[in-house]
């Protein structure tokens, strides 16, 4: 069945530093990957998403890139603020239709001023 | 435009209580999902709407979980009776054929506690 591994963490980074969270997927035909992101005491919120091979997803200075030769979705950003501080989830789906999302256990951010 | 509610927000009951989660999705849209998130862990899957169909409750523990969503729009999830592995936030998500390629908008979601 499809799976989506993600880096353990919890990560925590000074500010300004550079972001990366890896995360690596198990799906059968083409899936649709999303990094999804929860604030404290919030729900989650879709931060960006890549459909086909190739794309790249970006959204406030975040970005991942679609790369199926390693099945990887890593999310990366290149200057971190403390109000990035949230739990970050990579999710993907089928390719067809309206299906569930497969999710990551999460990695826990923290960045301190 | 108004985004995914439900309620309540947090809910405390013994253990062999039950329980009911509600949910309105967005306007339109019209699948539904309910997934559980235990702590430290990614949203799974419990059942999957095509409006008031039931198309994938393969997870869904039937002999207690239950769940609804008459007329197509918004959806009760009930447990009967709680168990204290239960324990979780229950979260509602939405979403529309043909919008966004499958973008699922998400509610604040429910934490239950079972003692």
């Known amino acids: 069945g499809n799976s989506v591994t993600q880096m353990e963490g919890p990560v925590t980074l000074s500010e300004e530093a550079f972001l990366t969270i890896n995360c690596t997927y198990t799906?059968?035909?083409?899936?649709?990957l999303f990094w999804y992101v929860q604030y404290p005491g919030e729900g989650l919120q879709l931060l960006l998403k890549?459909?086909?091979?190739?794309d790249k997803g970006s959204n406030k200075g975040f970005e991942a890139t679609y790369r199926k030769e390693t099945t990887s979705f890593h999310l990366e950003k290149g200057s971190v603020q403390v109000s990035d501080s949230a739990v970050y989830f990579c999710?993907?789906?089928?390719?067809?239709?309206?299906?569930?999302?497969?999710f990551g256990k999460g990695t826990r951010l923290s960045v301190i001023a | 435009e108004a985004g995914v509610v439900q309620s309540p927000r947090y809910k405390i009951i013994e253990k062999k209580q039950p329980v009911a989660f509600w949910c309105n999705p967005i306007s339109g849209h019209n699948t539904l999902y309910w997934y559980r998130q235990n702590l430290g862990q990614g949203p799974e899957l419990l059942i999957r709407y095509e409006n008031e169909e039931a198309v994938d409750d393969s997870q869904l523990p039937k002999d207690r979980f239950s769940a609804e969503r008459l007329k197509g729009v918004d959806s009760t999830l009930k447990i009967q009776p709680a168990e204290l592995g239960d324990s979780a936030v229950y979260l509602c998500a939405s979403s529309a054929v043909g919008v966004s390629h499958n973008e699922q908008f998400f509610g604040p979601g429910t934490r239950l506690t079972v003692l």
């Open positions: 890549a459909t086909k091979a190739d």
């Open positions: 799906a059968t035909g083409y899936p649709s």
């Open positions: 999710a993907l789906s089928s390719s067809s239709g309206n299906t569930p999302l497969v």
